[in-house]
């Protein structure tokens, strides 16, 4: 073990040290403490944490002691790659006595942009359990020596004690930030809520004082707001559950063999009727050999149904609408094309989270709801794709991309 | 005299179809518009004596809306109409002169009597009313 051959007295210094790291719960501050010290026992300028993004494979700088703003915000350094890319790979620790000379990681002194005073550097895994979740790096020598084997051991030491402190950090964080966005969307439902619920109540006041002197009070077409607002909130309630649901996992899907063409021709002659009333065209394009697929009818009717009516509130009177449903390999396309207002660039991504559907404070996408979260989770559920083509001004194009058969066999 | 004009520019049917019939019940001659432009078109029109805006609109919004009011009418009380209370939003639209805020969330009645209070106390009603009435502005 490292520690055996480090004297006592920096043994307690790791572990006064580790003892710091864990009692930060805040990520930036627990780093900033390991760092310091680091900086202080092993007296280097230079010194950064990097961790480790699963999803894009790649190692991003954290923290850090001496690197500019500019380094530490954009330096992304794929797994296996560069020097933290190797230790954070190989999960070996690093020490170089002098890069210039080094075989394996010379190429790379270029890329680091006269950083370095000296050519020696240290590069040590941060692990928890079998896991790297990153790799702490430290150079620059003020006395511009090169690292010694006791530098390397103590290092080591450092990562092999405070790594579950990060770590801790990390999911303390991670767990604020989920607390946020629920407390965001609780809040933005609420106002969701309030709105036709203040309608109800007002309505109500308005029939019970009946208002003198009022030619214009007319109580039927208030009875009729009061009820299209208990509709709305009653959809809105059912929503919010349809996609906890969905989301929990609680929801299955049933699936069976059905005919697209069939479904697509269903949902069509739903909306006819709405459509006729604001003359917009309805076409379809079904050029496809074969329609049939493992689907839940269900669940793919509400996608199509949610689909076509945003296309019917956001396309003006005399637009058209126009389904197409194609072949994509092995897999069905379905497209829901209208001739509406559009997305801004920046709404497109936010259209489908559910965090940000709701946000009452812009008006160009408010109306959609929850509808194209749920119908995200359903396509997600069939192992499909849902995106959106759209510019402001020039019409949406909703597509949706489903396996045919997820069961690995085809059947005709 | 004759009854006070009142517009309401707001894109939400329902909420217009109560505070019209809120503000006729207050003596109010009522006109509507659902979006910014056509709101502006009945001001030059129609010249109301006051104004209800929403401040969240498709198109042209509440403040755009209130700026162009604002080059070519000083007085014209216009009240900002929204639907949650954004404190952002309440200084920007405080700039252009504001007679008051309508939060859609709370109590019409109240709202509309606080419009009625401030009417009555802006420089443009004491004008009506005494070009009208031909008394003294003391109203």
Request: charged residues 30%.
């Amino acid at each position: 073990m490292t520690s055996k051959v480090l004297p006592h007295k920096k043994m307690v210094v790791v572990f006064e040290l580790a003892k710091e790291a864990h009692a930060s719960m805040d990520i930036e501050k627990c780093i900033d403490a390991i760092l310091n010290r680091v900086s202080d026992i092993l007296g280097t300028e230079l010194g950064s944490v990097m961790l480790v993004d699963d999803k894009k494979q790649e190692l991003f700088i954290k923290r850090a002691n001496g690197l500019n703003q500019d380094i530490i915000n954009n330096t992304r350094i794929k797994i296996g790659e560069g020097i933290s890319g190797w230790v954070a790979k190989e999960d070996e620790p690093l020490l170089i006595n002098d890069l210039s000379h080094d075989r394996r990681f010379k190429r790379y002194k270029k890329t680091m942009s006269g950083r370095y005073t000296t050519d020696s550097l240290l590069s040590v895994p941060l692990k928890v359990g079998k896991k790297v979740i990153g790799v702490i790096n430290v150079s620059n020598k003020k006395t511009k020596r090169i690292f010694t084997k006791e530098d390397f051991q103590m290092l080591s030491l450092i990562a092999e004690e405070t790594a579950l402190a990060i770590q801790n950090a990390l999911i303390h964080e991670h767990a604020k930030r989920l607390a946020d966005l629920k407390l965001d969307f609780v809040s933005d439902i609420s106002h969701e809520l309030k709105n036709p619920l203040t309608v109800i109540r007002e309505s109500i006041d308005l029939v019970l004082n009946k208002p003198k002197n009022n030619k214009g009070y007319d109580i039927n077409k208030i009875l009729n707001i009061a009820q299209k607002n208990i509709d709305r909130l009653d959809r809105l309630l059912e929503s919010l559950l349809d996609l906890a649901q969905l989301e929990a996992g609680k929801a299955f899907i049933n699936r069976t063999y059905i005919d697209m063409k069939k479904l697509l021709k269903d949902c069509v002659s739903f909306v006819q009727y709405s459509a006729a009333r604001k003359s917009i065209s309805l076409k379809t394009d079904f050029s496809i050999r074969y329609s049939k697929v493992w689907a839940d009818y269900d669940r793919i009717t509400q996608v199509i149904n949610n689909l076509l009516n945003n296309a019917l509130k956001f396309t003006p009177k005399g637009g058209n609408i126009t389904i197409k449903l194609r072949e994509k390999g092995k897999d069905i396309e379905i497209s829901v094309q209208d001739t509406g207002t559009g997305i801004k660039k920046k709404d497109i991504k936010r259209l489908f989270n559910k965090f940000e559907c709701l946000d009452a404070r812009d008006k160009d996408i408010k109306g959609m709801g929850l509808g194209l979260a749920i119908c995200k989770e359903i396509i997600s559920m069939h192992k499909g794709r849902i995106w959106v083509v759209a510019k402001p001004g020039k019409g949406s194009e909703f597509n949706i991309l489903l396996p045919r058969d997820l069961r690995g066999t085809r059947k005709e | 005299m004759d009854k006070l004009k009142v517009l309401v520019v707001d894109d939400e049917p329902d909420f217009v179809e109560l505070i019209k019939c809120r503000l006729e019940c207050n003596g109010y001659e009522v006109i509507v518009a659902f979006n910014g432009i056509d709101g502006l078109k009945k001001i030059k029109e129609e010249k109301p004596n006051a104004v209800l805006l929403d401040i969240l609109m498709p198109g042209p919004d509440g403040i755009e809306v209130l700026q162009k009011i604002r080059k070519d009418n000083k007085d014209l009380p216009v009240f900002i109409v929204t639907a949650f209370s954004n404190q952002e939003r309440f200084e920007q639209a405080k700039q252009y002169n504001v007679s008051g805020f309508i939060i859609k969330t709370s109590d019409l009645k109240q709202e509309v009597a606080n419009i009625t209070s401030a009417i009555r106390v802006s420089p443009m009603y004491k004008f009506i009313n005494k070009k009208s009435t031909g008394q003294r502005d003391d109203v």
